[in-house]
């Protein structure tokens, strides 16, 4: 009698299983001789007719059947994930940057600072080849002109900007960069100043 689909432990477990119905069936009731008492059956014992399965079992359960390497390296195939490298400019997310320049007298000295590494800007935005739109709100002779094949994503607004309404000229301003900005960007506002801004509108 064969078990296809039972293996190992549970092979073993009906095999006893069998043997016990074998055994328990032979007497009286269906006329077979039972075994002489003194003689182990199949590493058991039998005591009076009945089965005593409390015997070791003569290594029933001494070897595990080979299931024939079902269970072996079942993790041994899982395919490597795709390559997803991309270039920066494919995987760039579009960037709209907004500054506003602080002129008033106390930042003079920055101005003057700023209008001489606005360069390092330009050459990091330009060799990282971001999709950006940069916008600069500041007053006559501050705003920065954009390096050569950056005209068209660049927008300079000329307005006064004091110490303590930078992000209210961003808000003024707004009508005349509104356009420029595209739907679905990100958008950062960086106010230069040395000081806070009081606009409650804000």
């Not at 055994?23 to 077979?32: R, V």
């Amino acid at each position: 009698m064969a078990f296809p689909l039972l293996g190992g432990r549970a092979m073993r477990g009906a095999r006893l299983l069998l043997i016990s119905s074998v055994l328990l069936g032979c007497g009286s009731s269906t006329g077979l001789p039972i075994p002489n008492s003194s003689r182990p059956v199949d590493g058991g014992r039998v005591d009076g007719g009945r089965f005593d399965a409390s015997m070791p079992d003569a290594g029933l359960d001494a070897t595990i059947e080979d299931d024939g390497g079902t269970d072996a390296g079942t993790d041994a195939f899982i395919p490597c994930p795709p390559d997803r490298t991309v270039a920066p400019r494919e995987a760039s997310v579009p960037v709209d940057i907004i500054f506003v320049f602080d002129s008033s007298g106390s930042m003079i000295d920055e101005n003057a600072r700023l209008q001489e590494n606005i360069s390092i800007f330009w050459d990091a935005i330009v060799d990282a080849d971001v999709d950006s739109h940069v916008v600069f709100i500041a007053e006559r002779g501050y705003v920065p002109g954009p390096p050569g094949g950056f005209a068209r994503r660049y927008l300079g607004i000329e307005d006064r900007v004091g110490s303590w309404d930078p992000l209210l000229k961003v808000l003024d301003n707004y009508p005349t960069y509104r356009n420029f900005l595209r739907p679905g960007s990100v958008v950062h506002v960086v106010a230069v100043t040395d000081d806070d801004s009081r606009a409650i509108e804000w």
